[in-house]
């Protein structure tokens, strides 16, 4: 075998390896996972901010395969299911997990 053909099957591995390494599991997002995902967060976190009833500073937003968790305090008992209700309506969003705490 030629050293061109060598280095050509060496390429081709590192490659198919590289692909490897980056395919999503169960616990790991693919490069296209971890976009869609950071749209959906920068999207929560507008909606939240437009609302002037909401402390959106004081609500934290991750995005994971599109299940959002929603961690933080609000201010009043009514707050919550408006959070968890604007999260709801953002596309891309499969589920919410609502961690926000009454301070």
């Not at 919410?96 to 009454?102: A, E, F, H, P, W």
Request: aromatic share 4%; proline share 4%; charged share 20%.
């Amino acid at each position: 075998m030629s050293i061109a053909q060598r280095f050509t099957r060496t390429l081709a591995g590192v490659a198919l390896l590289a692909l490897v390494a980056c395919a999503p599991t169960a616990q790991r997002e693919g490069t296209g996972e971890f976009i869609d995902d950071s749209i959906i967060t920068g999207k929560v976190k507008a909606a939240l901010v437009a609302d002037p009833e909401l402390k959106a500073t004081q609500i934290n937003v991750e995005t994971f395969k599109g299940t959002v968790q929603l961690s933080g305090f609000v201010s009043a008992p009514d707050h919550i299911p408006k959070a968890v209700a604007l999260t709801r309506k953002i596309d891309g969003v499969k589920s919410v997990k609502n961690d926000i705490l009454l301070r």
